[in-house]
Structure formats: C-alpha cells, structure tokens
Antibody, heavy 124, light 110 residues
Framework: EVQLVESGGGLVKPGGSLRVSCAAS????????MNWVRQAPGKGLEWLAS????????YYADSVRGRFTISRDNTKNSLYLQMSSLRAEDTAVYYC?????????????????WGQGTLVTVSS | QSILTQPPSASGTPGQRVTISCSGG????????VYWYQQLPGTAPKLLIY???QRPSGVPDRFSGSQSGTAASLAISGLRSEDDADYYC???????????FGGGTKVTVL
C-alpha cells in the first residue's frame, strides 16, 4: 500500500526557517518524481516544487523560488522541503504527492497519491 | 489568481448531472494532459481523472473527463451526497515550466 506521511510542521516566526519531511513506503520511491503542494486555510491548492528520481531536475513555483528547496534521500525513502524567509502568507497545510509509474513504467500519472499533510503556521 | 479558470461553485440534486469546466490556454490545456482531483472536507486531494479522460481503478464511472482545445471539463452523473466536495483541475504549463491548479470548484449536493 502506498503511504506518504508528512511531518515537521509547526509554528514559526516570520523570517524563520523550517524543514518539513515526507516519509514514503509501499512503492519504489527511488524511481518516482515527487512533489510538494500547499493549501492555505480556506484556499485552493498551490503547486510548490517537484524533484525527479535522481535529484537532477528540480522545478519551483515563482512564489517560493529562492526561499524553498526541495530535496530527497532515496536511501531513506524521504522527501524534504526546506523553507526559509517564511512569511505569514506561507501559512498552509503542506502535502507531498508522488508521480506514479504504471504499465511497466511507460505511463506516468502525476500526483496520484498524496499524504495527509502537515500544518505550517507563520506567526509572531 | 490561477491561469486555469474554474467556476467557484456548482450544485445539483441527487441523481442529476453536474459539469465543471477548466479553461486555460495553448501552453497548458491546449497542449498537455489535464488531471482532476476531488477533495473532501478535511482530507487530502484524491485523483479522479488522468490524461484528460482516464479513470484510475476504483473511481466510479459516474465521473468522466473530456478535453477540447483549450478547455477541459469534468462531469459527474447520477450525483450522490458523497460527491459534495471541492474539485480541482491540474495541468503542466509549458511557458511557466510549472504545474498549475485551477482555482477549484465547490460542488454542493442539494
């Protein structure tokens, strides 16, 4: 069973830093592109960043480029999002989601499984 | 403000058909696959439709997707109370080199 479990959320002051993690199990983590998505309270979904299986390609949304860094450790089946220079508007639930590989890896389905999310609150 | 436009709300009575649109442009909906997600209150999003019109195993055939030009749509037929949720479209945008979600549509079952 595919499982994605986020952790590391909490309360942080404006200008501060925080790292959230996503522990993966039940699939070949090292073969999958992984993603971070957030949802501010009462708002819609916002894609933040993606990283390919070998960590050779990372893509970022304009809203977080230069402040957030996506990374992964395939030996630990873990995905990370290092967040710095945090602002009140970064307050949100942060989800990790995987790109699934199907039909002998010939078809990629983006964001096919999601974790339950971890809440990050930026406030003084 | 997303570059993918969805109506903020839609509603119907049980058994009715509801359609949600996702309007974009040539660099996103017009040239890449559209994906649809359902988010029930207080839960993580769930994949409903991939590659414009394909249903993952386990998704009821009451849900269907289509795409034409720079617009896509999600249809829910035989509306049920458990379909009361938020629905989002997602597409890769070639100009932005970024994934883009639509603003979301709240479906209310009356």
């Amino acid at each position: 069973e595919v499982q994605l479990v986020e952790s590391g959320g909490g309360l942080v002051k404006p200008g501060g830093s925080l790292r959230v993690s996503c522990a993966a199990s039940g699939f070949s983590f090292g073969s999958s592109t992984m993603n971070w998505v957030r949802q501010a309270p009462g708002k819609g979904l916002e894609w933040l960043a993606s990283i390919n299986s070998a960590s050779s390609y990372m893509y970022y949304a304009d809203s977080v480029r230069g402040r957030f860094t996506i990374s992964r450790d395939n030996t630990k089946n873990s995905l990370y999002l290092q967040m710095s220079s945090l602002r009140a508007e970064d307050t949100a639930v942060y989800y990790c989601a995987r790109d699934g590989l199907y039909f002998s890896s010939t078809v990629t389905i983006p964001f096919d499984y999601w974790g339950q999310g971890t809440l990050v609150t930026v406030s003084s | 403000q997303s570059i993918l436009t969805q109506p903020p709300s839609a509603s119907g009575t049980p058994g009715q058909r509801v359609t949600i649109s996702c309007s974009g442009g040539g660099s996103n909906v017009g040239s890449n696959y559209v994906y649809w997600y359902q988010q029930l209150p207080g839960t993580a999003p769930k994949l409903l439709i991939y590659r414009n019109d394909q249903r993952p195993s386990g998704v009821p055939d009451r849900f269907s997707g289509s795409q034409s030009g720079t617009a896509a749509s999600l249809a829910i037929s035989g509306l049920r109370s458990e379909d009361d949720a938020d629905y989002y479209c997602l597409v890769w945008d070639d100009n932005l080199s970024a994934w883009v979600f639509g603003g979301g549509t709240k479906v209310t079952v009356l």
